[in-house]
């Protein structure tokens, strides 16, 4: 693991319930103030593992297959491009990029080096998303129409003072909107051709680059649409640190998907609103490191996919900095 800020601590926990599976050979810093120490005391799985002061001892000291990267987002990109040189598979922070040259660069990087590179989201696998994929699939409410999707968050107290520099946060939408875009495409297999968005900081100025609300509207590939808010207004006394939810639109019926009161609704023309059955909850990192160490080229689907996702958040910021409409390029 290199770094140790962001998601790259939930990976871990779900590792950490499959210990005999897995070996963490290292832990890498980036930042001087980065403590590895922590994540050795939280989690037996690496309570062992050496602690390296840079990526570059990790990589070419443990030659480890699969890496994950969770450090400050400018930073981000830089060492998922130096691990894919080193031939390792990747599970990244978001955003993958912070410009579209970096993308761009990374991309290649990922291609030439022959591995797989996926983001550090979990919620295409939360059972109500899987339940609302399934009655799309089975044809419940016809022709998608439209998608509305929310990602509301705490601000708290404890944000780190970078996030309001926009060189090393990159902005709302690509940390936050992604989740929206992959709610939509999680549940639809959809996704997005255009978008025009607005973003702004009205409530915390003490952290200027930082929007702390944000809205999108795309296009979807099928020729329907799509809006998405994303706020860090959510009130410090409401129940847990997220309110997330995804509405779709069919010619025939709406699903109505709620991920923190884990309920799924589905009303169609021929029926009230009923309360869709939802799978049992996976284990969904330590199942994706296994499938990057046993078949990753099965995974290159969804390494195209994390691009494209990463590409249309970049977009969207463009468009909401430019007051823009902005045409999302194909994957």
């Known amino acids: 693991m290199i770094g140790n800020w962001g998601h790259g601590a939930n990976v871990l926990a779900a590792l950490n319930q499959v210990p005999d599976e897995i070996e963490i050979t290292g832990l890498a810093k980036v930042l001087p103030d980065d403590n590895p120490q922590n994540l050795r005391e939280a989690f037996k799985i690496c309570a062992n593992a050496p602690v390296f002061e840079t990526p570059d001892h990790l990589l070419t000291k443990t030659h480890p297959q699969i890496v994950v990267i969770s450090t400050r987002l400018d930073q981000i990109t830089p060492a998922a491009m130096a691990a894919a ?72 107290t404890k944000r780190p003072a970078w996030f309001g520099q926009r060189g090393l946060y990159g902005g709302t939408i690509p940390w936050l909107g992604i989740h929206g875009l992959d709610f939509i495409q999680s549940a639809t297999g959809l996704s997005f051709t255009a978008v025009a968005a607005m973003h702004g900081n009205r409530s915390h100025p003490d952290y200027p680059d930082c929007e702390d609300h944000c809205v999108l509207i ?82 290159a689907e969804a390494t195209a996919r994390a691009f494209h996702l990463a590409r249309v958040c970049l977009c969207a910021r463009d468009s909401a900095d430019r007051r823009q409409f902005v045409s999302v390029p194909p994957w």
Not at 134 to 146: E, P, S
Not at 247 to 274: F, H, K, W
Request: proline residues 7%; contains cysteine; glycine residues 6%.
């Open 218 to 299: 795309l296009s979807l590939t099928n020729g329907g649409h799509a809006t998405i808010s994303l706020d860090f207004l959510r009130p410090h006394n409401a129940p847990g640190h997220g309110d997330d939810w995804l509405r779709i639109v069919g010619s025939r019926g709406i699903i109505e998907a709620y991920l923190a009161r884990n309920t799924c609704t589905l009303t169609t023309e021929d029926q009230p609103p009923v309360e869709l059955p939802l799978p049992e909850p996976v284990n969904f990192f330590a199942d994706l490191v296994r499938r990057l160490g046993d078949n990753p080229a099965a995974l």
């Open 85 to 156: 040189k080193a031939g390792c598979h990747l599970l990244c922070e978001k955003p993958l990029a912070m410009r579209h040259e970096d993308l761009d660069a990374m991309y290649n990087a990922v291609k030439a080096a022959h591995v797989q590179c996926l983001p550090i989201l979990s919620n295409c696998a939360h059972p109500v998303l899987q339940a609302a994929r399934k009655a799309v699939q089975d044809g419940l409410i016809d022709d998608i129409i439209l998608c509305n999707a929310r990602k509301s968050y705490k601000f708290g």
